[in-house]
T-cell receptor
Framework: NAGVTQTPKFQVLKTGQSMTLQCAQDMNHNSMYWYRQDPGMGLRLIYY???????DKGEVPNGYNVSRLNKREFSLRLESAAPSQTSVYFC?????????????FGNGTRLTVT | DQQVKQNSPSLSVQEGRISILNCDYTNSMFDYFLWYKKYPAEGPTFLIS?????DKNEDGRFTVFLNKSAKHLSLHIVPSQPGDSAVYFC???????????FGQGTTLQVKP
């Protein structure tokens, strides 16, 4: 049982390049989330999808777009990468709301923008 | 504006002793609180949670205390073990969503 799988694990981009971070979960969870972790900042919510077909902004959505491709997959796209987007990105999922089950996180994608 | 704060970046304790990790919050709408543990190069893993209708929740060696009037929660680990060495994040939620607000994290080192 893989849980939450993120690809790639590492990525280096030049300023202005674009890329998509992939996330898939095999737990039949309804809700999926993208967080970023920066030193001294904890984890901050970028976007989330409460259910298939819906997406909403979190705390720090600027510079990002998301797609809930199906129930399993939730991708995060950087259209024009900036050095400020250097971070570790975590995808997470839960069955439905935090009271039902805690978030299950993937192992992260470490992104460096030069 | 940091709504959830962990003011101690690091904590070092001896194996077998108690570890106490603290967390303060400012938003009175928060009604569900969680602690996550994170090892290097891995994602956070859920540890324990507490609803605002309770003031204590216990799970084995881990106990979370909530003081709503002080807007403060703490995680007690007794006894501490070297395998507990990790970064601990507290998180809060307003309503039944997965939109968690995280603290900055506290790095716990348990010395043998």
């Amino acid at each position: 049982n893989a849980g939450v799988t993120q690809t790639p694990k590492f990525q280096v981009l030049k300023t202005g390049q674009s890329m998509t971070l992939q996330c898939a979960q095999d737990m039949n969870h309804n809700s999926m989330y993208w967080y970023r972790q920066d030193p001294g900042m904890g984890l901050r919510l970028i976007y989330y999808s409460a259910s298939e077909g819906t997406t909403d902004k979190g705390e720090v959505p600027n510079g990002y777009n998301v797609s809930r491709l199906n129930k399993r997959e939730f991708s995060l796209r950087l259209e024009s990468a900036a050095p400020s987007q250097t971070s570790v990105y975590f995808c997470a999922s839960t069955w439905g709301g935090i009271l039902n089950s805690a978030l299950h996180f993937g192992n992260g994608t470490r992104l460096t923008v030069t | 504006d940091q709504q959830v704060k962990q003011n101690s970046p690091s904590l070092s304790v001896q194996e077998g002793r108690i570890s106490i990790l603290n967390c303060d919050y400012t938003n009175s709408m928060f009604d569900y609180f969680l602690w996550y543990k994170k090892y290097p190069a891995e994602g956070p893993t859920f540890l324990i949670s507490i609803s605002s209708i309770k003031d204590k929740n216990e799970d084995g060696r881990f106990t979370v205390f909530l003081n709503k009037s002080a807007k403060h929660l703490s995680l007690h680990i007794v006894p501490s073990q070297p395998g507990d060495s990790a970064v601990y994040f507290c998180a809060a939620s307003a309503g039944n969503t997965g939109k968690l607000i995280f603290g900055q994290g506290t790095t716990l080192q348990v010395k043998p």
